[in-house]
T-cell receptor, first 113, second 113 residues
Framework: GESVGLHLPTLSVQEGDNSIINCAYS??????FIWYKQESGKGPQFIID?????DKRQGQRVTVLLNKTVKHLSLQIAATQPGDSAVYFC???FGGGYNKLIFGAGTRLAVHP | SQTIHQWPATLVQPVGSPLSLECTVE??????LYWYRQAAGRGLQLLFY??????ISSEVPQNLSASRPQDRQFILSSKKLLLSDSGFYLC????????????FGDGTRLSIL
């Protein structure tokens, strides 16, 4: 959801394990959600999106789950690799219109060999 | 395929100097264009967006302005920079229909001295 913080939460995983990154939102007025990956010094990279008429969507090694009842979004990364190390953001219009994405504060994923 | 270019990648400017950051998109027509600022360790804050040439929507009051002189060109400007203008500036584009992801450039790191 929409939150700000000076210290990013960090998820540390072993290479090869599955990773789950979570996002909670408080505004129900969003019918579209996006996950982005941001590597150091680069712009966010689109990973996967999901519309509110779906509960699950799969991509290559990634799955997004949407639970509208508890207002929770998660990104699952299978067989996590060192190249997956980055900050991950969830985003959505949250009632402000598709041009006004609101981003979460992000979660840092650290993959250890 | 579509590409987005931002320049410069890094910029150091004195307080009170002017600013001009440029963003261009290739491979698409009539995109929606966006300027964001990202403070260290935080999410993205939408500054401006544009749905067409000469059409600019400002999201937060600030020392900055934006212009769209051509369909695929978006410029972020300031007449006199403040110390608080330091940050990572990101340009993004999306297709003009709603519910589509925004795609980001690699950003400009702006330091004000």
């Amino acid at each position: 959801g929409e939150s700000v913080g000076l210290h990013l939460p960090t998820l540390s995983v072993q290479e090869g394990d599955n990773s789950i990154i979570n996002c909670a939102y408080s505004n129900s007025a969003s019918d579209y959600f996006i996950w982005y990956k941001q590597e150091s010094g680069k712009g966010p990279q689109f990973i996967i999106d999901i519309r509110s008429n779906m509960d699950k969507r799969q991509g290559q090694r990634v799955t997004v789950l949407l639970n509208k009842t508890v207002k929770h979004l998660s990104l699952q990364i299978a067989a996590t690799q060192p190249g997956d190390s980055a900050v991950y953001f969830c985003a959505g219009p949250f009632g402000g219109g598709y041009n006004k994405l609101i981003f979460g504060a992000g979660t840092r994923l650290a993959v250890h060999p | 395929s579509q590409t987005i270019h931002q320049w410069p990648a890094t910029l150091v400017q004195p307080v009170g100097s002017p600013l001009s950051l440029e963003c261009t998109v290739e491979g698409t027509s009539n995109p929606n264009l966006y300027w964001y600022r990202q403070a260290a360790g935080r999410g993205l804050q939408l500054l401006f967006y544009s749905v067409g040439i000469g059409q600019i929507s400002s999201e937060v009051p600030q020392n900055l302005s934006a212009s769209r002189p051509q369909d695929r060109q978006f410029i972020l400007s300031s007449k006199k920079l403040l110390l608080s203008d330091s940050g990572f500036y990101l340009c993004a584009w999306s297709v003009s229909t709603g519910g589509q992801p925004q795609h980001f450039g690699d950003g400009t790191r702006l330091s004000i001295l």
